[in-house]
């Protein structure tokens, strides 16, 4: 058991620090004319220097630079003019890679293009298309999917629960269908706008599925999944309210928006599709090799799982609980 701790604090220590630097945000919106405004949102980390955006070398300043701090991002505002607009001109991101971040680049044009690109590395430079297409947008956001449940360690643990949970492929199927059918919902109710958007208790009501799910392992397993399919699609429509805040923020092409946020969908459950087959063949083999060794890998996953979602709640919880004082 000594053995099962000891995996547990290094695996929730690593995630617990690597979570700390969030992606960095350019968005550039066109007034009219080929006047634009510019927000450059970096995290105000002093472990390492911050990224800087590079625009066009047509165009100029043309208001003072207003920059802030916001919680944890460094913020600056500014106007620029291009007069030779921002068709097939190229903007990237400078010190990303000593930084180990990544940063969202999201243009709004006049007449009415959208283009969000996710920039990872220094020597990657995106160029603004002159048309926009729609195949390029659901290719796009069809990886941006994969990438946000591959990166998003509470919806892995979640899933990780659901494999833990389930004692045969028939059932392992009936679970992650009953979370996909939930999240789904939400995700396509948010992004239209058919229901509100409550993204200020999601993060902590997520952390609070998975502390069930592991509290729910820890015990054994005492009943069919047939009995427990309708509280997780219950859970899966509140994994959907965290998919869909971030997909807000990402943002969706007004002129491909029901093909982006289906391709944005499918991505998710191609990730989580990659994932659940990869997990599971893992422990098909450990089970294979050593029936001890798979009670102690699924030991160490419920307690991984239990701890962050301890940490998570008593982190977000303080962190709903900080920022409603500001409101009496």
């Not at 510019?38 to 920059?67: A, K, Y």
């Not at 010190?95 to 590395?121: C, F, M, P, V």
């Not at 971030?246 to 990730?271: H, R």
């Amino acid at each position: 058991m000594k053995y099962v701790l000891s995996l547990f604090l290094i695996l929730v220590c690593m995630p617990a620090h690597s979570h700390t630097l969030a992606p960095s945000l350019l968005e550039i919106k066109e007034l009219t004319n080929n006047i634009f405004d510019v927000l450059w949102r970096t995290p105000s980390s002093r472990e390492f220097q911050r990224p800087q955006p590079t625009l066009p070398q047509s165009c100029g300043t043309i208001s003072p630079l207003n920059d802030r701090i916001t919680g944890s991002a460094f913020e600056i505002t500014w106007q620029i003019s291009c007069p030779q607009g921002l068709d097939n001109q190229d903007i990237s991101i400078v010190g990303l890679t000593s930084s180990r971040t990544a940063a969202l680049i999201k243009i709004e044009l006049a007449d009415k293009r959208s283009y969000n690109q996710l920039i990872r590395h220094d020597d990657q430079t995106f160029t603004v298309p002159a048309t926009a297409s729609t195949l390029k947008s659901v290719v796009q956001y069809f990886l941006l999917g994969i990438e946000h449940i591959l990166i998003g360690l509470d919806h892995l643990l979640f899933v990780t629960g659901l494999l833990l949970l389930a004692t045969s492929w028939q059932q392992l199927l009936l679970t992650v269908s009953a979370f996909t059918i939930g999240h789904s919902v939400t995700l396509v109710f948010v992004s239209l706008g058919i229901i509100p958007n409550i993204a200020v208790w999601v993060e902590l009501a997520i952390a609070a599925t998975i502390l069930y799910l592991a509290i729910y392992l820890s015990y054994g397993k005492r009943h069919g999944v047939h009995t427990r399919w309708p509280l997780i699609v219950i859970f899966g429509l509140i994994h959907g309210l965290g998919f869909a805040t971030v997909l807000k923020e990402l943002g969706l092409p007004q002129t491909d928006v029901v093909a982006s946020l289906v391709a944005f969908n499918i991505g998710i459950e191609a990730g989580q599709l990659l994932f659940v087959v990869g997990l599971g063949a893992l422990l098909k083999i450990i089970s294979m090799a050593s029936g001890r060794t798979e009670w102690l890998m699924r030991k160490v996953a419920v307690y991984t799982m239990g701890g962050m979602a301890v940490f998570w709640c008593l982190d977000r919880g303080y962190g709903l609980w900080v920022g409603s004082q500001y409101y009496w």
